[in-house]
């Protein structure tokens, strides 16, 4: 069974652009969450998807949106990216979103914005 | 608060037991979470306790729950060199949108030396 899917695996942007990152879950999962690992704030919730709708959202500006699709894949995009924005971007799938599933993750996307 | 505190190294010994401890703050909380994150790489979850459970064993890992003083340990018996890396714990909070969230530590970097 293959595990979480996340692409690009590293990515390079100039402040001002914006930014699309990719998420597959695990086959039959339909619960995707993301967060954000920098070494100053540690790993920070970004939001959640369940069955295309988003549940939660962090503290975050609205420059950092999310969608999910039926297939569950997930993206998320970063607008008018800032230097602050360099983190590394991890997604996190598991079956449902009640209290008793696993999160599994991936490898991440890392992003520097120069 | 939110926080989920953790101490942020310890070295031990190959073959030695390595105990990491961490405290939370959400009493409400239902599953706590081990994840390991090795270099460059995304966080690989270990195990996992239920919040009614004081004790749980898998292979060479150990989790103890103190839920009155809410504090959550992972002990890892005969620590080799690939143990190496840093240990996050998570604490899986429901959100009044119906989903969850993980709160994660500051992680303890693990250092085994030959």
């Known amino acids: 069974k293959a595990g979480v899917t996340q692409t690009p695996r590293y990515l390079i942007k100039t402040r001002g652009q914006q930014v699309t990152l990719s998420c597959s879950p695990i086959?039959?999962?339909?619960?995707v969450s993301w967060y954000q690992q920098t070494p100053g704030q540690g790993l920070q919730f970004l939001f959640e998807?369940?069955?295309?709708?988003?549940?939660n959202k962090g503290n975050f500006p609205g420059r950092f949106s999310g969608r999910q699709f039926s297939n569950s894949r997930s993206e998320m995009n970063v607008s008018t990216l800032e230097l602050g924005d360099s983190a590394l971007y991890l997604c996190?799938?598991?079956?449902?979103?009640?209290?008793?599933?696993?999160?599994?993750f991936g490898q991440g996307t890392r992003l520097t914005v120069v | 608060g939110e926080d989920v505190e953790q101490s942020l190294f310890l070295s031990v010994r190959e073959g030695d037991s390595s105990v990491i401890n961490c405290t939370y703050t959400?009493?409400?909380?239902?599953?706590l979470y081990w994840y390991k994150q090795e270099p460059g790489a995304g966080l690989q979850l270990l195990t996992y306790?239920?919040?009614?459970?004081d004790m749980k064993q898998d292979q060479r890992l150990t989790v103890l729950l103190n839920k009155k003083d809410k504090h959550l340990s992972l002990r890892i018996a005969d620590t080799q060199t690939g143990d190496s890396a840093i240990y996050f714990c998570?604490?899986?909070?429901?959100?009044?949108?119906?989903?969850?969230?993980?709160?994660f530590g500051t992680g303890t970097q693990l250092k085994v030396e030959l």
């Open positions: 996190a799938s598991s079956w449902a979103t009640g209290g008793s599933t696993e999160a599994f």
């Open positions: 086959s039959g999962h339909r619960s």
């Open positions: 998570a604490e899986k909070r429901v959100l009044t949108g119906g989903g969850n969230k993980l709160t």
């Open positions: 998807y369940f069955s295309e709708t988003q549940r």
């Open positions: 959400d009493s409400s909380s239902t599953y």
């Open positions: 306790i239920f919040s009614n459970m």
